[in-house]
T-cell receptor, first 115, second 119 residues
């Protein structure tokens, strides 16, 4: 069965620091990849997604992610974080599993940005 | 437009009681998903509806859990004889097309969740 691993459960950064959150998945076929974000007290919302084409995708608020097929990775990056980026970030992978396509979420990474 | 809504926002119940959680998806969204979010566990897939049918129930943790969807819209998740380990935030999401029909994963729109506490 497919699985999604997010390496860091908690990350603490100072404002203006660069961010990279790791995401690896275990599936060898065609995948669709997502990053969702949950700001404090708010709903989960889509940050960015990859279906096909350019493996470097750009999302809202200056975030980007790179799909590296050979590494089964879809890491999230931002060159300079802001205090308002404090949130929980979830990587998700959609791929064919027994019974059809399924979206599997990682355990999430809590990011705290110090002002 | 209106997003996905869920009710109640919070539910405290005694062990052994039944609870019903409600989800109103975005109008026109044919696919509806239920997830459970526990601390440090990510989002656990429970069940997926395409219209009123549920092609994938594989995530329901036990036969105490059931869900239905009527009129291709509102869905209810029922937990019978609740246990303390059922305590979690239950999230509902909808999307314009089902992942099975589309063959690919469309973006999901999430509701605010229902926080269930079983005492």
């Amino acid at each position: 069965a497919q699985s999604v691993s997010q390496h860091n459960h908690h990350v603490i950064l100072s404002e203006a620091a660069s961010l990279e959150l790791g995401c690896n998945y275990s599936y060898g076929g065609t995948v669709n990849l997502f990053w969702y974000v949950q700001y404090p007290g708010q709903h989960l919302q889509l940050l960015l997604k990859y279906f096909s084409g350019d493996p470097l995708v750009k999302g809202i608020k200056g975030f980007e992610a790179e799909f590296i097929k050979s590494k089964f990775s879809f890491n999230l990056r931002k060159p300079s974080v802001q205090w308002s980026d404090t949130a929980e970030y979830f990587c998700a992978v959609n791929a064919r599993d027994t019974g059809g396509f399924k979206t599997i979420f990682g355990a999430g990474t809590r990011l705290f940005v110090k002002a | 437009g209106a997003g996905v809504s869920q009710s109640p926002s919070n539910k405290v119940t005694e062990k052994g009681k039944d609870v019903e959680l409600r989800c109103d998806p975005i109008s026109g969204h044919t696919a509806l998903y239920w997830y459970r979010q526990s601390l440090g566990q990510g989002l656990e897939f429970l069940i997926y509806f395409q219209g009123n049918s549920a092609p994938d129930k594989s995530g329901l943790p036990s036969d105490r859990f059931s869900a239905e969807r009527t009129g291709g819209s509102v869905s209810t998740l029922t937990i019978q004889r609740t246990q303390q380990e059922d305590s979690a935030v239950y999230l509902c999401a909808s999307s314009p097309r089902g992942i099975r029909l589309a063959g690919r994963g469309y973006e999901q729109y999430f509701g605010p969740g229902t926080r269930l506490t079983v005492t």
